[in-house]
């Protein structure tokens, strides 16, 4: 009785599980490890399932990742832009140059001034380029005294 009870929902599942993926270009993958074997040859006979017995992302670029044996965790992709890369962005929140670790007077292609709202290097970069957030009062008396607004990039 009780087999019959799970043969039912298990049918159940899989008629839902179809229904649900008749229109999805993305097919199921069944780790075989934690399943049983009347579960494995339904799974089987599904036409829409694929057991792997190999790693279906061994095969990822890994040209990206870094071979740090400190690090528990490797990059190995990145989709989209980032905000403090690609777009413009103060100096201090720069990626790309990351400002505890790098000299201050080194910036991007997409640092400005803080201080000035300017592309860097500014006239005065060489005391602007230690600005971080805590310089706000300078910032706002910068702003007063220049009404031009900020460029666009």
Known sequence: MKGAKKQRRLNSKSNRMQKEEDNEPLRPILCVKNINKLDLKRFDAMDKCYLLDFDPFHSLNQTLSHSDSDSDVSLVAEKGQVACRDYPHARYLCLKSPFPT????????????????????????????????????????????????????
């Open 102 to 153: 790098t000299p201050h007077q080194t910036y991007c292609e997409m640092c400005y001034c803080y201080v000035c709202d300017a592309i860097a290097p500014c006239d005065h970069w060489t005391s602007h380029c230690h600005a971080d957030q805590l310089w706000k009062r300078e910032r706002r008396s910068n702003s007063n005294n220049n009404h031009t607004p900020p460029p666009f990039l």
